[in-house]
């Protein structure tokens, strides 16, 4: 999976914003290539979780899954994280702390088995 750059520099400058709150949002692309990110209206951003309004993402081609900020160290999927990953798209990544660069981002398939993540 590829990820443009300007797209991992809003989910990593947004997921500073938001910190220690957890941020969230849906992921456009095409392919093995993530293009952007969409945020959804009438998402709530807490410590420790992200409360996305389902009936609120747009029925769109482009989505291709998911992203969502950890506000520890630690970037593997929780067992919510996993029954979100079910619903929303084929790649879900997830940001955690510092929010630096492309290894504070983790890549998961719709499993939660880790897939490899490159900035293009």
């Known amino acids: 999976m590829k990820i443009k750059e300007e797209a991992l520099a809003f989910i990593l400058g947004v997921s500073r914003n938001y910190h220690p709150s957890e941020f969230g949002g849906m992921l456009r692309g095409k392919n093995d290539l993530i293009e952007e990110v969409l945020v959804i209206p009438a998402t709530t951003y807490g410590d420790g979780f992200v ?3 389902m009936d609120m993402i747009p029925i769109d081609n482009s989505i291709i899954g998911s992203v969502h ?3 520890g160290r630690d970037f593997r999927p929780s ?3 996993l ?5 929303t798209g084929p790649v879900h990544l997830i940001a955690r702390t510092p929010y630096a660069g492309i ?3 983790a890549a998961y398939d ?3 088995k880790r897939i490899s993540l490159s900035v293009l």
């Open 51 to 53: 409360d996305t309004c």
């Open 69 to 71: 900020s950890h506000p």
């Open 79 to 81: 067992a919510a994280d």
């Open 83 to 87: 029954e979100f990953f079910k619903k």
């Open 103 to 105: 290894s504070d981002v």
């Open 110 to 112: 719709r499993s939660g």
